[in-house]
């Protein structure tokens, strides 16, 4: 079945930078669009970054644009959000997402703070 699992996520300083990870397993991942959401306390849940199949080009929020950048690795079946320049407004839950099969990950937390 569709598996999506993250992982990466943590207590980081503001300025500070984490790489999460999501590891995904039950699908052919070379061939999917995969994106990053995060859900804060309170919030809803908003897109962060997107990365296509078919050529590797990426989307992002604005909120995130030139502090965040998204890859994906197809030999691991591994897709990444690495997120630098971090600020307390990033604290949140990040889920891993595969549109095509309407599936998510468990989420990992993000914590921003001095």
């Known amino acids: 079945q569709v598996q999506l699992v993250e992982s990466g996520g943590g207590l980081v300083q503001p300025g500070g930078s984490l790489r999460l990870s999501c590891s995904v397993s039950?699908?052919?991942?070379?061939?999917?669009?995969m994106r990053w959401y995060r859900q804060a306390p309170g919030k809803e849940r908003e897109l962060v970054a997107g990365?296509?199949?078919?050529?590797?080009?990426?989307n992002y929020a604005e909120s995130v644009k030139g502090r965040f950048a998204i890859s994906r690795h197809n030999a691991k079946n591994t897709v990444y959000l690495q997120m630098n320049s971090l600020k307390p407004e990033d604290t949140a839950v990040y889920y891993c997402?595969?549109?095509?099969?309407?599936?998510w990950g468990q989420g990992t937390q993000v914590t921003v703070s001095s």
């Open positions: 997402y595969a549109p095509r099969f309407d599936a």
């Open positions: 039950g699908f052919t991942f070379s061939s999917a669009t």
């Open positions: 990365i296509f199949s078919t050529g590797g080009s990426t």
